[in-house]
Structures are given as structure tokens and as C-alpha cells.
């Protein structure tokens, strides 16, 4: 009994790893949206409006969220606060968040 609890236990860590891959690397590196940027009608693109690559996404998604997270939240309240509504993780991306 305890052997297929942890394996189910396992299975559910991998599929969440490979999930949050998926959302926030893959799925905005070839779409510019997160699932919940789909849902929402939001894209990320790069400043310039050019579409988001992976290296960017993966900066994004990574670093800038660290960066946002190690801030206590700062960095994800300076959207409120900047004309264009980027976060500190947008600012070290050059990315940007628009409407479709």
C-alpha cells in the first residue's frame, strides 16, 4: 500500500513539473500566452511587438519571477504603478502584456 501511494505521489510531482514547463516556458514561447493569459484574452510580446521566443519566456518566467518574488511582491505591484503596466519581471524581459 505505501509503495503505490508514494509512486501515485511521484506521478503527481512529475505532471505538475512538466504542467508548469509547459505554461510558462513552451506555451508562451510559441504563443505569447500562458493558459491564463488565454483565458483572459492577454498575449506577452517582446516591446518592440515582436512575438516572445524561448530564451525571453525563459527569462521572463524564471529570473523575473525570482526577482519579483524575492521583492516581497514589489516587483509585481510596480505594474500597478508603471504607465504600461509592466512588472519588474516584464522590465528585465523587455516584454510587455497586451490585449488581443
Known amino acids: 500500500m505505501r509503495s503505490s501511494a508514494d509512486a501515485a505521489l511521484a506521478a503527481g510531482y512529475v505532471l505538475a513539473v512538466v ?3 509547459l505554461n510558462f516556458l513552451l506555451l508562451p514561447a510559441f504563443t505569447g500566452r500562458t493558459a491564463g493569459k488565454w ?3 492577454l498575449r506577452v510580446e517582446r516591446r518592440d511587438g515582436e512575438p516572445l521566443s524561448f530564451v525571453r519566456a525563459l527569462l521572463r518566467h524564471t529570473v523575473g519571477y525570482l526577482a519579483s518574488f524575492v521583492t516581497l511582491g514589489v516587483g509585481f505591484l510596480l505594474a500597478a504603478l508603471n ?3 509592466r512588472a519588474l519581471h516584464d522590465l528585465i524581459a523587455g516584454t510587455v502584456v497586451v490585449r488581443e
Request: hydrophobic share 45%; no cysteine.
Open 19 to 21: 504542467f508548469a514547463a
Open 39 to 41: 483565458a483572459t484574452g
Open 83 to 85: 504607465r504600461e503596466g
